[in-house]
């Protein structure tokens, strides 16, 4: 049981994997927004948002909505719970207490790797910057959290670095089965978020057995359409973020922006969808779903969410200092723990 999260990403996502791996079923206990105000500063999504977005995640077997901030033995017992997972960094209350510290003494208590190279006060810091520079280097620096006192090991930004093992383990290693309908949808699924999350949904639903397969477009192709520092997060990251949804069965890295014939025919696919959101025509002005309509297999679908990775962005940049003050005091908390773990190393010793 895990519990979590301001903003749903990537990092959690292997977390929840992590857990799922440790027990048979997962439960995991989200916060309210008051108590994530309250003891880390304003969420990115509201609770009702957060809600429908770990249910989502297919390591996810279960949610409670308004878990406690703090865990205690009481909530591990009412939901029949083992033991609680958490990843390996540290998380504190709002006057600098650990969370987990009644479970870890009860020995109910479970630590999973963090993701290295992501976090949500990393993905603020890129929202906040939208500099070009970001992509002639995919390198996002950031200031946050960087105090003259050094660098918290939990918040500092350090790159992702995307391996083979790792989208073997998000992926669901499943081919489509005889009877399947194969749908595809393209798009760069950036920031993955809510109306992302309510779009696959609906794509799932256009079929009795479906197998969506995402195409995902390369970040400089993603640029192209969209502008400004797009895609925040680049396609190693995008295409995490995509396999953990639970409606999707298979990813295309670096999918070709015109959705043709040799696409169509090399998957076999039945059907293809596109949400309320804007066309934008290929480098040579023709429409990338030319060849789906002329086949008549292209759908637009109102998932009746126009939620986009854009209102993200203007939610952080509205919310500002906020958000700078929340991670500059985030930060200033961590600091303080590993300088008291510190010195009770030294006086130990």
């Known amino acids: ?25 997962l439960i995991v206990g989200v916060h309210t927004d008051a108590e994530i105000s309250k003891h880390k500063g304003p969420p990115v999504f509201t609770q009702e948002e957060r809600y429908k977005m770990v249910r989502a995640i297919k390591w ?15 909530t591990l017992d009412k939901y029949n719970c083992d033991y609680c997972v958490h990843g390996d960094d540290i998380t ?15 020995g109910r208590y479970k630590e999973c790797k963090r993701t290295q190279g992501v976090s949500t006060t990393d993905l603020v810091g890129r929202m906040l910057l939208m500099t070009k520079a970001h992509h002639s280097n995919l390198q ?14 939990w918040t500092g930004v350090s790159q992702f670095l995307q391996t083979s093992q790792k989208i073997i383990q998000f992926a669901s290693g499943e081919e489509p089965q005889p009877g399947d309908t194969i749908i595809y949808v393209a798009g760069a ?31 400089q192709e993603v640029n192209r359409y969209k502008g ?11 295409t995490l973020s995509v396999l953990a949804c ?13 959705v043709g014939k040799d696409l169509l025919d090399h998957f076999k696919v039945d059907l293809v969808c596109h949400g309320k959101t804007e066309v934008f025509p290929d480098k ?26 854009d209102d993200i962005v203007q939610r952080i940049i509205e919310n500002r200092l906020q958000y700078e003050a929340r991670n500059e005091k985030k930060e200033a908390k961590e600091m303080a723990v590993i300088e008291a773990m510190k010195k009770r190393r030294v006086n130990g010793e």
């Open 140 to 153: 996002h620096t950031d200031n946050f959290g960087k105090g003259p006192k050094g660098h918290s090991p």
């Open 60 to 74: 996810v077997d279960e949610i409670v909505e308004g878990a406690p901030y703090v865990t205690t033995l009481e």
């Open 246 to 258: 639970r409606y999707v069965s298979e990813v295309v890295i670096g999918a070709p922006y015109a």
């Open 284 to 309: 040579d002005e023709s429409d990338p779903y030319a060849e789906a309509k002329r086949r008549g297999i292209f759908r637009t679908i109102n998932s009746g969410n126009n939620l986009t990775t």
């Open 1 to 25: 049981m895990m519990l979590s999260y301001d903003m749903v990403h990537y990092g959690h996502s292997n977390q929840l994997r992590q857990a799922k791996n440790m027990g048979d079923y």
């Open 228 to 238: 400004k520092n797009y895609p925040i997060m680049n396609i190693h990251e995008r």
């Open 189 to 219: 699924f950036d920031l993955f978020h809510i109306g992302h999350v309510d779009f696959l949904e609906m794509v799932y639903k256009q079929a009795e057995r479906p197998y969506v397969i995402v195409g995902l477009h390369f970040d």
């Open 92 to 106: 504190l209350t709002v006057d600098g207490k650990d969370t987990y510290d009644e479970v870890k003494r009860a």
